[in-house]
């Protein structure tokens, strides 16, 4: 449950967004961004696409959020954008023919109109497509939102487990705050299998995963919010879903890692890359801000948490 913002001030929006739909007024926008906090923020978990379109948030985010939990993150807040998805704190009503732009568009709207618009800078956590989806959001405000007047929200009525029945005004935000990003096994370069080309003859979010798609031509790197934004890009050699350079975009993150195996043999899945708190595994790491290595590295949820607690922003 969200309680207070960073600097202990009451923030009562937040919690009763959480447990039913309000009405708030948004100010107008800030004459500075928020300084970073390197510390315990708001954190938001976007989850990957579900072929069946019934994510359970609260058993896909079970071990990311107990591990935050245990160490000092009261606010983890989890948010699904299917229709049939369930246990999510925020959900949109979408399908997997929701373009990803689309949930983008509405996930930047959430993130503006709970945290952002209030001066609130968060903190986000994404599985394979929900970072496309968090991503998105940075970057449609960016070609589109910047410089525009902060719309009046005052009277509008936002239900938390039908997100996409709002009215959110035309195009997109004027600014958004988030001050990381850490993604797991995320298609950065898409995902040029054959199972997602026929996913994509009858699911529109397969079609916007393949590489070279309109949709990740648009997408870009790494986007920067208006506070800035420091990405950390979690991929393993031994996906069986997105590759090793998809998933670290080509080794171009402000930080990257990519995991081999554990001190046993054992590997690290697609679905591991967001459950895995344990274990001595070895990877190769870099990035733009960070240093380059080969060697013993923190599992993947443990290195999650660095991405969230003490990063440099560009």
Not at 65 to 78: P, R
Not at 89 to 105: S, V
Request: glycine letters at 10%.
């Amino acid at each position: 449950m969200h309680r207070s913002l960073r600097s202990g001030l009451a923030l009562p929006l937040v919690g009763a967004m959480i447990a039913a739909a309000l009405i708030a007024t948004a100010p107008a926008a800030s004459a500075a961004a928020p300084a970073r906090s390197d510390g315990h923020r708001i954190t938001l978990m976007v989850h990957g696409f579900d072929r069946e379109a019934d994510t359970n948030c609260a058993s896909s985010w079970k071990d990311a959020e107990n591990l935050l939990n245990a160490n000092g993150w009261g606010d983890v807040v989890t948010f699904g954008y299917y229709n049939k998805a369930t246990n999510c704190d925020l959900r949109l009503q979408g399908t997997t023919d929701t373009r990803i732009q689309e949930i983008g568009r509405q996930f930047a709207w959430t993130v503006y109109y709970l945290y952002s618009s209030h001066d609130v800078a968060i903190d986000v956590v994404t599985h394979s497509m929900g970072g496309l989806v968090a991503k998105a959001a940075i970057e449609g405000v960016n070609r589109y939102g910047v410089g525009k007047t902060p719309p009046d929200l005052s009277g509008l009525t936002v239900d938390k487990n039908n997100i996409g029945a709002t009215v959110w005004p035309i195009a997109w935000p004027p600014y958004l705050y988030i001050e990381d990003m850490v993604t797991l096994a995320t298609p950065h370069q898409g995902i040029g299998s054959a199972l997602v080309t026929a996913c994509a003859i009858t699911h529109e979010q397969c079609s916007d995963m393949r590489p070279g798609s309109g949709f990740l031509s648009w997408l870009g790197k790494q986007p920067l919010s208006q506070m800035g934004t420091d990405y950390t890009f979690l991929a393993s050699s031994h996906d069986d879903t997105v590759s090793a350079d998809s998933a670290t975009n080509k080794r171009t993150a402000h930080h990257w890692a990519l995991y081999d195996k554990n001190a046993d043999g054992g590997t690290l899945s697609h679905t591991a890359m967001r459950t895995t708190s344990t274990g001595a595994w070895q990877a190769s790491w870099g990035g733009q801000l960070s240093d380059a290595g080969t060697g013993s590295y923190p599992a993947p949820l443990l290195r999650m948490m660095d991405g969230l607690y003490d990063q440099q922003a560009q």
